[in-house]
């Protein structure tokens, strides 16, 4: 099973700066496919996860540019460019490489 | 509209049984494998179970092997998870989760929630 590590758990920012969530899993996510199925996923406060980044890097549809994400092998990120107000909700990195598929512990993102 | 809605949750004892529904509208149900992850109150998410498009290959999170069990109705465009054995770690808001092509869980549906409790 990969164990799935995000840091950090919570962080508060500032309309407008840079935000950044690592996730490190325990094993590589490079499938024998070629492809590395980390994805992320916000859930705002009183709603159900939406998908924001599949396989490393690619946005979902509708997801704003300010979101990206980037990484290989056992080492990840999610970066926010310029966080506003509605990136408030726990982030989580999930990978879908092997069975069980695991989730890290979430990042609750607050705005000061 | 792209849809999933879970149903069948509630109370229920430990060592009692519940089965969970979802019903899928918007998209071709047959055409995606389909998932259960839960999240216990205040707690992060934990994938449960995955069916196949076919319902020919299935997988568990080990905490739940040997008593939950999922499978699907093509026809009926529907998912289900029936659930025994229940313990009151098993409390949690289930959701039903599509797999997209390409392995991540691109949509959800809003939860019902399951309390395991005396």
């Known amino acids: 099973e990969s164990v799935m590590t995000q840091t950090p758990l919570s962080l508060s920012v500032t309309p407008g700066q840079p935000a950044s969530i690592s996730c490190k899993s325990s094993?590589?996510?490079?499938?024998?496919?070629?492809?590395?199925?980390l994805h992320w996923y916000l859930q705002k406060p009183g709603q159900s996860p939406h998908l924001l980044i599949y396989e490393v890097s690619n946005r979902f549809s509708g997801v704003p540019d300010r979101f990206s994400g980037s990484g290989s092998g056992t080492d990840f990120t999610l970066k926010i460019s310029r966080v506003e107000v509605e990136d408030v909700g726990v982030y989580y990195c999930?990978?879908?490489?092997?069975?069980?598929?695991?989730f890290g512990q979430g990042t609750k993102l607050e705005i000061k | 509209e792209v849809q999933l809605v879970e149903s069948g949750g509630g109370l229920v004892q430990p060592g009692g049984s519940l089965r969970l529904s979802c019903a899928a509208s918007g998209f071709a149900f047959n055409g995606h494998w389909m998932n259960w992850v839960r999240q216990a109150p205040g707690k992060g998410l934990e994938w449960v179970a995955i069916i196949k498009e076919d319902g020919s290959e299935k997988y568990y999170v080990d905490s739940v092997k040997g008593r939950f069990t999922i499978s699907r109705d093509n026809a009926q465009k529907s998912l289900h998870l029936q659930m025994n054995s229940l313990r009151a770690e098993d409390t949690a808001v289930y959701y039903c989760?599509?797999?997209?092509?390409?392995?991540?869980?691109?949509?959800w549906g809003q939860g019902t929630m399951v309390t395991v409790s005396p």
């Open positions: 094993q590589s996510l490079l499938h024998s496919s070629g492809n590395t199925y």
């Open positions: 989760v599509r797999s997209a092509v390409v392995w991540s869980l691109d949509m």
């Open positions: 999930m990978q879908t490489t092997q069975a069980p598929y695991t």
